[in-house]
């Protein structure tokens, strides 16, 4: 099954429903806990950098019973050396963004610790494409 | 009223009575677990879903739905007769009545001993200490005073089980410590009967059907609200004397407040939080279950609003009896006078076994046949009308659809789908009656009562 969701840039009160979202389905699929938090993070990390990073952003979710594969393509600045950003950490999230809590520099890091496979695409003054796949088994 | 076990293996303290229920729909709409449903015009209560909160109950305009007790006459079946009483039944009183003379009452009523409940609080205390020290312990930790709480996270949020701590509430507590006091003066366990009077549904719940224990120590429940009438009239009539309460006198300010809000909270170490009323519990654990690190050590979540002192059976106006005790805890003294009685904690005597989630949120246990169900859930959600007015029997749209997915309701049932069908030809206004008639009952089918 598919699943669409938008983020607006800046958006910080609604970032989040996306990753509620879900899931409230992963429960109703009868999906373990742990692997629905690990699910929930990762995408929760992700709405948040669009919110914080981009102008807007847009998710696809495909879930199959074995796995489940979230796509998140924003339109945002792109990530220019995505080995660093990856880094715990790491951030240029600016002084307003940080002082509400985000920004920490644990986003893609964080991403990174609860998905299974990772992928990664950014054009640099485009956007970037952050993709990933977590196994649903029991 | 007699214990009754369910089907399900789960105990309720809520019975629906269907000669008053008139099927309004009140207590389905503020069932927090959407554990009801209207069927012939009656209220029915899921049992895998109940969680016991009493919501229901305070939202019954007609008192149909009964808070099942313990009959008053159990406690001569034993030679001593012991009255657990919580710190929120004396804060019902209005002030000029003593604690000495709703102690001496409840004597005269044929208690033989008075135990307050919270002067157990220190031994809770020690056993949250011994649980959080263990480096496997899970952050946040929840207390599981409440039990509605501990029903709560059972069956919406399995992945928070093992965040509560296995430490017994304070009411269960006090029943094993005193009545190992009582055989060590030499009582047969038999002759003990320990009477809880309560003022929660949830906890009559757990003591008849214990979760996280084998067998409950408290041998009966007695309904605060019956109780407190039967007190307050015979303080009013003079009926009884003062008893001297030297052990409630010495309640200090942290027992006489641990089950209010923030009660257990400000006592604990760390970054601490103290959240009240069941809808606002349910929001803030939908939110802990998403982030990573919380960075908050210990959790006090209670089910009603301002914790115990809303009970359901608590006859007074909750923030009048919250004002009282603060003001009983503010003549109280600060340091526990009696600590030594209650001894230390013992971990095999106030543990709770390993909580298990019992999940009610799965569409089916088998993936493929949920993934089938929650395509199908998709679609009738775009045909539902989503203004959730429960005339079709179900408290939402999408519990609507939820049910029929699992074969417990037709579209039919909603009165738009059906105005629909009717337009088109493929349902009758004949079969419309029946279909009403079924979810509101025959007699309040306005078509029908029209002929």
Known sequence: ?138 | MKQTESHTGFHHALKVVDELCIGCTHCMTVCPTQAIRVRDGKAIIIEERCVDCGNCCKACPVSAILIEQDDFEDIFNYAVRIALVPSVFIGQFPSRIRTGEVFGGLKSLGFTHIVDIDSVVDLVQQGYEEFVKNPACDKPAISSFCPAIVRLIQVRFPSLVDNLIAVKPPSDVAAIHYRKLMEDQGYESTEIGIFYITPCAAKIASIKSPVGEAVSSVNGVINMEYMYNKLLHLIMNKEVGTEAVPDNERLNSKEILWSMTRGESEHQAGRCLAVDGIRNVTEFLEGLEETEDSNIDFLELRACDESCAGGVLISGNRFLTVERLNRRAGEASIESVKQSEAGSFDINLYSLDKIQARSMLALDPDRNVAMEKMNKLEELLKVLPGIDCAACGSPTCRALAEDIVQGRAQPTWCVFVQELYIRDGRLSLEEADEINGSIWGKERNYRSQSK
């Open chain 1, 1 to 138: 099954m598919m699943l669409d969701y938008h983020i607006d840039g800046g958006d910080f009160v609604n970032a989040g429903k996306a990753s509620s979202a879900v899931k409230r389905v992963l429960k109703q699929l009868n999906v373990p806990a742990k692997r629905i938090k690990r699910v929930v993070i990762a995408l929760y990390e992700t709405e948040v950098n669009v919110v914080a990073h981009a102008s807007k952003g847009e998710i696809e979710v495909v879930i199959e019973p074995e796995r489940i594969t979230l796509t998140v393509k924003d339109s945002g600045p792109g990530i220019p050396d995505i080995n660093r950003a990856m880094q715990e950490g790491f951030t240029t999230a600016s002084k307003e963004v940080r002082e509400m809590g985000f920004g920490a520099g644990m986003g893609l890091a964080n991403i990174k610790r609860n998905s299974d496979e990772l992928h990664i695409e950014s054009i640099p003054g485009k956007g970037t494409i952050v993709r990933f796949t977590n196994d649903l088994r029991d």
